[in-house]
């Protein structure tokens, strides 16, 4: 199994540029996440999805949005990158129920100029 | 809301020394809490995970953390530190009830050890 993964790793954009950042698990997991991480701000939730086609928003959502149109894929799609979201993006998907943790994949470093 | 706030954002210890990270979470009731530890340039990975069958809970390369309900903390120690375990750990805390799904972090804390 690989698990979680994350495509791209690395990305730089221009401002107003868009991208669609791609999350893909092969363990059969109902939930999905999408965070980003932030020097001294920990992870931060920006969108996540319960299953197949149902999406729901984070902590964080604004500028960002998601499409779960396969269970095993999660989207998520920067319409117009600006400076503010130069981030490392991380995707986690846990199976339903329970205290199951959630399996991270390794990040998309992200730059916006 | 739910918060979890670890105390010092750096901690440093020697080689062999003990290592006491701190995690206190804010709930009224009892939580699920976890420890991620994340190495340079990778993704988080579980370290362990309190889920009220025991409060002292052992995980991963000599890990374990203590659930205390009166002080509402989850501290993550290890007996004698190894220069792997220089890294960045996360506390985090999932609530029961219905929507329940997300994991609230806290602010992280890096680890550096010192040889």
């Known amino acids: 199994n690989a698990g979680v993964t994350q495509t791209p790793k690395f990305r730089v954009l221009k401002t107003g540029q868009s991208m669609t950042l791609l999350c893909a698990q092969d363990m059969n997991h109902e939930y999905m996440y999408w965070y980003r991480q932030d020097p001294g701000m920990g992870l931060r939730l920006i969108h996540y999805?319960?299953?197949?086609?149902?999406?729901a928003k984070g902590e964080v959502p604004d500028g960002y949005n998601v499409s779960r149109l396969k269970k095993q894929n999660f989207l998520l799609g920067l319409e117009s990158a600006a400076p503010s979201q130069t981030s490392v993006y991380f995707c986690?998907?846990?199976?339903?129920?329970?205290?199951?943790?959630?399996?991270f994949g390794p990040g998309t470093r992200l730059t916006v100029l | 809301a739910q918060s979890v706030t670890q105390l010092g954002s750096h901690v440093s210890v020697s080689e062999g020394a003990l290592v006491l990270l701190r995690c206190n979470y804010s709930?009224?009731?009892?939580?699920?809490l976890f420890w991620y530890v994340q190495y340079p340039n990778q993704g988080l990975q579980l370290l362990l995970k309190y889920t009220s069958a025991a409060t002292l809970v052992k995980g991963i390369n000599g890990f374990e953390a203590e659930f205390k309900k009166s002080e509402t903390s989850f501290h993550l120690t290890k007996p004698s530190a190894h220069m792997s375990d220089a890294a960045e750990y996360f506390c985090?805390?999932?609530?029961?009830?219905?929507?329940?799904?997300?994991?609230?972090f806290g602010k992280g804390t890096k680890l550096s050890v010192i040889p």
């Open positions: 986690a998907s846990n199976p339903s129920g329970g205290a199951n943790e959630q399996f």
């Open positions: 999805s319960v299953g197949e086609g149902t999406t």
């Open positions: 709930s009224s009731v009892p939580p699920y």
């Open positions: 985090a805390v999932r609530h029961l009830g219905a929507g329940s799904y997300q994991l609230t």
